[in-house]
T-cell receptor, first 118, second 111 residues
Framework: GAGVSQSPRYKVAKRGQDVALRCDPISGHVSLFWYQQALGQGPEFLTYFQNEAQLDKSGLPSDRFFAERPEGSVSTLKIQRTQQEDSAVYLC????????????????FGPGTRLTVL | KQEVTQIPAALSVPEGENLVLNCSFTDSAIYNLQWFRQDPGKGLTSLLLIQSSQREQTSGRLNASLDKSSGRSTLYIAASQPGDSATYLCAVEGSQGNLIFGKGTKLSVKP
């Protein structure tokens, strides 16, 4: 596709429900990032994939958060037993990732999924 | 731990003014610095990327500078237009390629 797409765009969940957020990166992009953006804040890093390998998950706030990218393209961020503090916009970004360890590629962001936990 | 600060948090200017947005970071060991624009309900659009070896980048009416030693970057917008109204985010790249963002500056350009 032309850009990064995310679905759903909006999700309302009752506290305790599980949710799954999908990211379709730009075709051929090696690197994929998930960020969480709370209201009035800048995005905060959650996790990073290079192809199917999850190389960094240091930003995941708890073990209720889980991300996967099994075939190195589409990625899913899953949140189990959602809490009100999980309410945020979840942004996905991809980059060509051809610069080795020093990533000087621009990251292309999707429109985000706005999650509201009631 | 790298921290990114943006000043001011909000800015309102009349159309046609030149303006400067500021960004500071605590750890000068960065790979690059990027400026993004975020419109309400939308994702981030990359405006300019400055590699650590560079001092500035220009794109149209935008000019971004980087001073690694002092941990500062500025985004200069010339001849502002109402269409420039948005939140501008500064981000530095971490060791794994993840971006560390400031909280942004919300810009409003009045016609």
């Amino acid at each position: 596709g032309a850009g990064v797409s995310q679905s759903p765009r909006y999700k309302v969940a009752k506290r305790g429900q599980d949710v799954a957020l999908r990211c379709d990166p730009i075709s051929g992009h090696v690197s994929l990032f998930w960020y969480q953006q709370a209201l009035g804040q800048g995005p905060e890093f959650l996790t990073y994939f290079q192809n199917e390998a999850q190389l960094d998950k240091s930003g995941l706030p708890s073990d209720r958060f889980f991300a996967e990218r099994p075939e190195g393209s589409v990625s899913t961020l899953k949140i189990q037993r959602t809490q009100q503090e999980d309410s945020a916009v979840y942004l996905c970004a991809s980059s060509p990732g051809t610069s080795g360890i020093s990533f000087t590629d621009t990251q292309y962001f999707g429109p985000g999924t706005r999650l509201t936990v009631l | 731990k790298q921290e990114v600060t943006q000043i001011p948090a909000a800015l309102s200017v009349p159309e046609g003014e030149n303006l400067v947005l500021n960004c500071s970071f605590t750890d000068s060991a960065i790979y690059n610095l990027q400026w993004f624009r975020q419109d309400p309900g939308k994702g981030l659009t990359s405006l300019l990327l400055i590699q650590s070896s560079q001092r500035e980048q220009t794109s149209g009416r935008l000019n971004a500078s980087l001073d690694k030693s002092s941990g500062r970057s500025t985004l200069y917008i010339a001849a502002s237009q109402p269409g420039d109204s948005a939140t501008y985010l500064c981000a530095v790249e971490g060791s794994q390629g993840n971006l560390i963002f400031g909280k942004g500056t919300k810009l409003s350009v009045k016609p």
